[in-house]
T-cell receptor, first 117, second 113 residues
Framework: NAGVMQNPRHLVRRRGQEARLRCSPM?????VYWYRQLPEEGLKFMVY????????ESGMPKERFSAEFPKEGPSILRIQQVVRGDSAAYFC???????????????FGEGSRLTVL | AQTVTQSQPEMSVQEAETVTLSCTYD???????LFWYKQPPSRQMILVIR??????QNATENRFSVNFQKAAKSFSLKISDSQLGDAAMYFC??????????FGKGTHLIIQP
């Protein structure tokens, strides 16, 4: 039973390019959370999605960042026109439902490390 | 807004000894959960222990236990009989509203052989 799968594990982009990070939740999970971890910092909540719906995007920057979780396929975090400040580790976590997530039944992937040159 | 504060950027302990990692938080909620996560060099976040705020009894998981002081909004993690495999970043986290987990900045735990 595979855990949360994130790819790519490492991504290098030049300023102005686009970055796409993918997250496949655990089997049977339909709730996905994205977090960003800056160097020497804890994880910061970005967005919470269910299949085909954005439930809470209060942590997402207003510009250049978007997320989706289509009916089929992985969740995608998309960063357009990347800047150096976007360099960070981006973590995805999944749960079977909102209550499970609130009680700690939240499973994390190994993260995608984005480096912007 | 909720905040989580870890005042110890780094802690060091001798193998087999006991170490306590500190965490304080601020919230106006009465019902919430608190967690300690471990992040080893592989970077995956691993849940170590969790505490439900309405439970007065401190959570325990094998060598890991917490000291939960609700009135003081304090949630420390005690690791007994420290092992080399315990070396990692440890993050205290809170959830009680609609904004997902709120994490502290972490404590880097070093185990001295």
């Amino acid at each position: 039973n595979a855990g949360v799968m994130q790819n790519p594990r490492h991504l290098v982009r030049r300023r102005g390019q686009e970055a796409r990070l993918r997250c496949s939740p655990m089997k049977g999970h339909s709730h996905v959370y994205w977090y960003r971890q800056l160097p020497e910092e804890g994880l910061k909540f970005m967005v919470y999605l269910q299949k085909e719906n954005i439930i809470d995007e209060s942590g997402m920057p207003k510009e250049r960042f978007s997320a989706e979780f289509p009916k089929e396929g992985p969740s995608i975090l998309r960063i357009q026109q990347v800047v150096r400040g976007d360099s960070a580790a981006y973590f995805c976590a999944s749960s079977s439902n909102r209550l499970a997530a609130n009680t700690g039944e939240l499973f994390f992937g190994e993260g995608s490390r984005l480096t912007v040159l | 807004a909720q905040t989580v504060t870890q005042s110890q950027p780094e802690m060091s302990v001798q193998e087999a000894e006991t170490v306590t990692l500190s965490c304080t938080y601020d919230t106006s909620e009465s019902d919430y959960y608190l967690f300690w996560y471990k992040q080893p060099p592989s970077r995956q976040m691993i849940l170590v222990i969790r505490q439900e705020a309405y439970k007065q009894q401190n959570a325990t998981e094998n060598r890991f236990s917490v000291n939960f002081q609700k009135a003081a909004k304090s949630f420390s993690l005690k690791i007994s009989d420290s092992q080399l495999g315990d070396a990692a970043m440890y993050f205290c986290a809170y959830i009680g509203g609609a904004d997902g987990l709120t994490f502290g900045k972490g404590t880097h735990l070093i185990i001295q052989p």
